[in-house]
């Protein structure tokens, strides 16, 4: 498998790919007269260049999401996304014409696309950098409160200006009067535009003609899980695999709101015409569930996620479960596709869970402990004291009072949790030598 961080540079690359085209058309025709000039096309070739990719990131090509996973993905979009507004500073700073044409409006047509597309952008990053994504403000308690409370549904409205501060700034570059005659340099700027936004509106319009399904049942299987179970309306269930997650959005329900990611917890081998998802109450879309009724409708986007690769399905070694919460939810589909499948490999099922009120289907773990004497489960309590179960964090100690050292070298092993406790068995796998290719871990930062 290739390396993860060699994938990381692919969009990089691709904006790299498209700066470099442009810089080649533009020296074509054009000399700059100074090196402050020289700066300006450098800046504001790279600022476009840098946008058209974050778009097309935006769409989550499959292929790439594969080998690299959404959350990865967005943490690349997060910090292009950073450096978009120093280069656009540059460029901007250079070109500043005085803050009283701009008052006065004395400004061309190009100029007013430029800014145009700058204030949108200056929109565009903030609603990404301070509540659509934790990349760059995980650190700060304070904004990641403000990020929990603020209203995500109307943010991502606003952040999707960015299409059009695209169509602005690529007139904007179109028109520039110098430009006019480079023929090269224009063909370059219309196509580059033309396929990432006629990518972006094909994957747009592939959303609003998604198939509907059902909710057939729902069930509080704790004080603030739910678990809904949906059929689809036309009789066709997604293909997806074990552990994966898709977007789902409550269309024709008194919930509505934009797309969420969630696991499926059912097994595709078990639940052959029916997707079961489980979702902990955390915010202000999950926190009305309540309201969702039998007969809703819902949309599923995806599937994403290689949490259960194909070379772990198709080999018959051991296999680490490790969950923290409700990250719980691929776990128990990747266990319920083995027993389906009637599996006979080692499976060992590691649950961090904070309160007993929080740990369920523990019967079904016990029958199939009972049934299959190559499964075991092992389950720790953090916030409160448990009988009959060991409490604290799942840590060295806690591995090797289990037993389960062995599984270290042997074993594949697959995590999922919130961020403290995939920071934890992160620094576990890289202290006890568990290879990149051994662990397959989950994340949602998004």
Not at 152 to 158: A, E, F, I, K, V
Not at 263 to 285: H, L, R
Not at 314 to 337: A, F, H, K, Y
Request: glycine share 6%; aromatic share 14%.
């Amino acid at each position: 498998m290739m390396n993860k961080q060699i994938i990381r540079w692919f969009f990089p690359g691709v904006a790299t790919v498209m700066f470099i085209t442009f810089l080649i058309a533009l020296l074509q025709d054009y000399i700059p007269p100074n090196f402050q000039e020289f700066m300006s096309n450098i800046t504001g070739s790279l600022s476009f260049c840098i946008m058209l990719t974050l778009v097309l990131i935006s769409v989550r090509p499959k292929a790439i999401e594969k080998k690299l996973g959404l959350t990865d993905m967005y943490e690349v979009h997060a910090w292009m996304a950073m450096v978009l507004p120093v280069t656009l500073l540059i460029h901007v700073t250079i070109r500043w014409s005085g803050i009283e044409n701009i008052l006065n409006f004395n400004l061309t047509n190009t100029s007013i696309l430029g800014y145009i597309g700058l204030i949108t952008l200056i929109v565009v990053v903030l609603t990404g950098i301070f509540v659509l994504s934790d990349t760059i403000i995980k650190k700060s308690k304070k904004l990641m409160n403000f990020k929990g409370n603020a209203n995500r549904n109307m943010y991502l409205w606003l952040h999707r200006f960015a299409i059009v501060s695209v169509i602005a700034i690529h007139f904007h570059v179109y028109n520039v009067s110098y430009l006019l005659e480079n023929t090269a340099f224009r063909f370059l700027t219309s196509f580059y535009t033309i396929f990432v936004l006629g990518w972006y509106f094909l994957f747009k319009l592939k959303l609003g003609r998604l198939p509907k399904y059902e909710v057939v049942r729902r069930s509080k299987i704790s004080p603030k899980i739910h678990e809904i179970e949906l059929k689809p309306m036309d009789g066709n269930r997604l293909d997806y695999i074990a552990g994966q997650y898709g977007f789902f959005r409550f269309v024709d329900s008194p919930v509505k709101s934009e797309a969420h990611p969630f696991s499926f917890s059912s097994a595709p081998s078990f639940n052959k015409d029916s997707v079961i998802v489980m979702i902990q109450e955390d915010g202000d879309f999950t926190s009305t569930l309540d309201d969702v009724k039998e007969g809703d409708k819902v949309t599923i986007e995806g599937p994403y996620g290689n949490f259960y690769p194909k070379d772990v399905r198709q080999s018959n070694e051991p296999m680490v479960l490790l969950s923290g919460g409700i990250g719980v939810t691929p776990s128990l589909s990747v266990l319920r596709e083995e027993i389906a499948n009637n599996s006979n490999r080692r499976i060992v099922f590691i649950w961090g869970v904070a309160t007993e009120e929080q740990l369920m289907y523990y019967d079904e773990l016990e029958k199939i402990a009972e049934k299959y004497p190559n499964f075991s489960h092992h389950i720790i309590f953090s916030n409160e004291e448990v009988e009959g179960f060991p409490h604290g964090f799942v840590d060295n100690d806690f591995i090797q009072k289990e037993g389960l050292k062995e599984y270290y070298e042997t074993a594949s092993w697959h995590i999922c949790g919130p961020p403290p406790m995939l920071a934890a068995a992160k620094n576990l796998l890289k202290e006890n030598n568990v290879t990149e290719q051994q662990a397959n871990i989950e994340e949602f930062s998004f």
